[in-house]
C-alpha cells in the first residue's frame, strides 16, 4: 500500500486518480502510523513552503516523515514535496525545511514569467534513479516559482531550463522527488510514477 501525505497542500486528488490508473493502491493519511506501515510513502504538495512547514510541524508529522526516510522506506516528493526535502527557501526565510537534502529553494529571476507554467523538457544528468525507467529528453509539467539549488549535485539527477538549467529531480538514497508534477504529465508521467513506485509495490 502506498499512503500520500495529507497535510492540507492540495492536489492529491490527481495523484490518487494517477496511481490507481496504474494499478496502485493508495490511501491518503496524516495518520503516523498509517505512514509508517506504508509500502512507499508520497510527499505531494502546492502552495507556500512557510505555511506548509507550519503544518507538518503543527502535527508533528516533519519528526515522522524524517524518521520514515531514515529508515529507509520508500519515499517519494512531488513539487513543493522537494522543495521541503531542503533545509529552507527564499518564499520563507528563517523557516527551516526538513532537511533531509542540503541545499535551499530560491526564486526564478526576472525578466522570466513566474510561476513557470507549462511543458518543459527535462534532462537526466547522471543515472541511479526512477529517471532511468523513462526516455531522456521527455517534457513534463510544471508549475512553480521556486526551485531547489542542492549543495550536493550528485543529489541531482535531471534538470530542466528556464533562463539557466535547474533542479527537476532529485535522488538521495531512498527519496526520489521531482518538481515536475508526473500525474499531471500524460503517459510519460504515469511510466515514471510506476517506476518509482515499483520496487515497494
Given amino acids: 500500500m502506498i499512503a500520500i501525505v495529507d497535510y492540507g497542500a492540495g492536489n492529491v486528488a490527481s495523484v490518487q486518480k494517477a496511481l490507481a490508473h496504474i494499478g496502485r493502491d493508495s490511501v491518503l493519511s496524516a495518520d503516523p502510523e498509517v505512514l509508517r506501515s506504508a509500502d512507499c510513502v508520497i510527499f505531494p504538495g502546492q502552495g507556500h513552503f ?3 512547514m507550519a503544518r507538518l510541524t503543527s502535527t508533528g508529522l516533519d519528526g515522522v516523515l524524517r524518521e520514515i526516510i531514515a ?20 518564499e520563507a526565510p528563517g523557516v ?63 534538470t530542466a531550463d528556464y533562463g539557466a538549467p535547474f533542479t527537476a529531480a532529485v535522488q538521495h538514497r531512498n527519496v526520489f522527488a521531482t518538481q515536475f508534477h508526473p500525474e499531471k504529465s500524460g503517459q510519460i508521467g504515469l511510466d515514471l510514477l510506476k517506476a518509482a513506485t515499483e520496487a515497494a509495490c
Wanted: charged share 15%; glycine share 12%.
Fill in 50 to 52: 512557510g505555511q506548509a
Fill in 96 to 158: 527551516p525545511g526538513l532537511g533531509v537534502l542540503r541545499g535551499r529553494c530560491v526564486a526564478f529571476t526576472a525578466p522570466l514569467k513566474v510561476p513557470q507554467i507549462g511543458w518543459n523538457q527535462v534532462d537526466r544528468t547522471r543515472a541511479g534513479s526512477a529517471m532511468d525507467a523513462v526516455p531522456d529528453a521527455q517534457f513534463f509539467y510544471f508549475v512553480h516559482t521556486y526551485h531547489a539549488v542542492a549543495a550536493h549535485p550528485n543529489d541531482v539527477v535531471a
Fill in 71 to 90: 529508515n529507509g522506506k520508500p519515499f517519494v516528493g512531488i513539487c513543493l514535496g522537494l522543495q521541503l526535502l531542503f533545509e529552507g527557501s527564499d
